[in-house]
Nanobody, 121 residues
Framework: QVQLVESGGGLVQAGGSLRLSCAASGSIFTMYAMAWYRQAPGKQRELVARISDSSITTYADSVKGRFTISTDDAKNTVYLQMNSLKPENTAVYYC???????????????WGPGTQVTVSS
């Protein structure tokens, strides 16, 4: 079973930075993509950033130029460097992976438990 462990959330003042980490453990045959989503109170979960196995990155327009997604493939870990944070970035941030556990497994999507990011004004 693949498990995702997130870390790095917390409280920061506007203009500050945080770095989120998400480590995937367990049997992973192929990691197709890793991503970060977020969900603010009363809002739908939305994609923040995604990186494919060929290192193609996708960002939400609202975070372009401020957030950077990266991976350590050897550790099956994805990072989200968040700079120039704004109060509207306050949300629970979720790690998401798209992977196959074994060669014969079906491709599946997995979610982490989430980590709270709070940006004060």
């Amino acid at each position: 079973q693949v498990q995702l462990v997130e870390s790095g959330g917390g409280l920061v003042q506007a203009g500050g930075s945080l770095r989120l980490s998400c480590a995937a453990s367990g049997s992973i045959f192929t990691m197709y993509a890793m991503a970060w989503y977020r969900q603010a109170p009363g809002k739908q979960r939305e994609l923040v950033a995604r990186i494919s196995d060929s290192s193609i990155t996708t960002y939400a327009d609202s975070v372009k130029g401020r957030f950077t997604i990266s991976t350590d493939d050897a550790k099956n870990t994805v990072y989200l460097q968040m700079n120039s944070l704004k109060p509207e970035n306050t949300a629970v941030y979720y790690c998401n992976t798209d992977q196959k556990a074994r060669a014969w497994s079906t491709r599946s999507s997995l979610w982490g438990p989430g980590t709270q990011v709070t940006v004060s004004s």
